[in-house]
């Protein structure tokens, strides 16, 4: 599922594989990952700032139904 606010922040959420993810920055750049612990990576992108954030076993550690916006679309997957 593709999740997107008012602003540029994005919410892409997988729930087979139970990852999600915050895009803070919509703009195309290159970035580096930092681990913070096994299951969240930051995406560190121009000026070290943060991109965006993955969160492994997210259900185990978010309340997705109080992040997660009403509105919604359904991204096809790729292949």
């Known amino acids: 599922m593709y999740f997107t ?4 922040m994005q919410i892409f959420y997988d729930s087979k594989s139970d990852l999600l993810y915050l895009r803070l ?8 990952n930092q681990r913070l612990s096994e299951d969240i990576v930051l995406d560190i992108g121009e000026d070290n700032k943060i991109v965006g954030i ?3 076993d997210a259900s ?7 992040l997660l916006p009403v509105k919604h679309e359904v991204v ?3 292949g």
Do not use: T
């Open 25 to 32: 920055d919509n703009r195309k750049q290159q970035v580096i």
């Open 54 to 56: 993955e969160i492994m």
């Open 76 to 78: 096809p997957k790729a």
């Open 60 to 66: 185990l550690k978010v309340n997705l139904e109080n």
């Open 5 to 8: 606010g008012n602003g540029d």
